[in-house]
């Protein structure tokens, strides 16, 4: 390890994976090594973090979002330092004998080098597509070093259900989005599902007729969905004003109970009930409830639909700045 990292060394580092990947491969006879890319991913997490896990999170992720992945892993305190390593992720497609390939730059950081990354990174990215930087250290969100981090990307993914402080991080996200800079949130993310099935509830046009006298919205969390409630009520909140229709919206929890995450709308002749029970979603509408199938959606799930959305999202953006506003 060094304390300066020279991005010229990596690429041709880069360049000399290609030529061994192709000696490997027979191209006249259908046997060779495709090149795919179509984002640099920037992944910033801890040295505790699970590698394994994470390896296979990006593996999984490659064949739909091939990307140039820089895996940065944190050291903590210490010497100035940083180190890195030059690999490849491949896969086969079923039927065929061509193996696809995206590169990866494994790099470690201390603390005190985290100031050179962008130095570092910049250079490394793939011109003119998309760099997308997920943070996955609660600890380098509140730190001055992260400013300059995502400054770099055209697109930077958190998880504030992580956040020792998730109002905090609503606050905080908030004024980045004020200066338009392109976030995402694996907690709004989580909610998909929720939005989906609530508004498949109103096209049934008895439901929507019934829409105007909504008096009331509710929702309650338990451990780790703070953030994601404050971001349903917002959405409700807002949804709702469209149609003209503003109730009194409540937030309640204990952050650190088991209770399931509950959405409530009720009026004069609507009562709607959302709660996750287990491994599935119940929907009560007038004391009429039908089960669809929400397992806990990972990682992979999660960054799948985020790396697909490299542009402003204008809901999820209202849903932030009205969240942040109720909190």
């Known amino acids: 390890m ?46 505790s973090d699970d590698a394994s896990a994470l390896g296979e999170t990006l593996a999984a992720l490659m064949p739909e979002h091939p990307a140039r992945t820089m895996v940065v892993r944190l050291q903590g305190g210490g010497e100035r330092v940083l180190g890195d390593r030059v690999y490849a992720q491949c896969w086969m497609p079923f039927g065929q004998r061509r193996q696809i390939c995206c590169e990866q730059v494994e790099i470690t950081a201390s603390d005190a080098a985290l100031g050179d990354l962008p130095s ?69 993310t989580r909610l998909t599902r929720w939005r989906e099935m609530l508004s498949q509830v109103f096209e049934n ?55 399931p995450l509950r959405v409530e709308l009720t009026g004069t002749a609507l009562a709607v009930e959302l709660i996750r029970e287990a491994n599935r979603l119940v929907v009560t509408v007038n004391g009429l409830s039908h089960c669809t199938s929400l397992t806990e959606p990972n990682d992979y799930l999660l960054m799948r639909e985020e790396l697909s959305i490299v542009h402003h999202d204008p809901v999820f953006e209202a849903a932030l700045a009205t969240a942040a506003g109720l909190v």
Not at 153 to 166: C, L, N, Q, R, Y
Not at 212 to 228: D, I, W
Request: charged letters at 20%; one cysteine or more.
């Open 205 to 259: 046009r008895a439901y929507l007729d019934q829409l105007p006298g909504v008096q009331n919205v509710r929702v309650s969390f338990g451990a780790k969905l703070e953030t994601s409630a404050w971001y349903m009520a917002a959405w409700l909140q807002n949804a709702l004003a469209q149609a003209g229709v503003h109730p009194k919206v409540a937030v309640e929890g204990t952050p650190g109970s088991t209770e």
């Open 2 to 47: 060094s304390a300066v990292l020279a991005p010229d060394r990596i690429l041709k580092e880069l360049a000399d994976l290609w030529v061994s990947l192709g000696k490997q491969g027979d191209a006249e006879h259908g046997v060779g090594v495709l090149r795919a890319c179509s984002m640099t991913l920037v992944v910033l997490a801890e040295e």
């Open 120 to 188: 570092v990174v910049l250079p490394l990215a793939v011109p003119d597509l998309p760099l997308i930087v997920w943070c996955r250290s609660a600890r380098l969100l509140a730190m001055p070093d992260f400013h300059d981090i995502a400054a770099m990307a055209g697109k930077v993914v958190i998880d504030s259900a992580e956040m020792p402080d998730g109002l905090a991080a609503l606050r905080k996200l908030a004024g980045a989005a004020e200066r338009n800079v392109l976030l995402g949130d694996l907690a709004w």
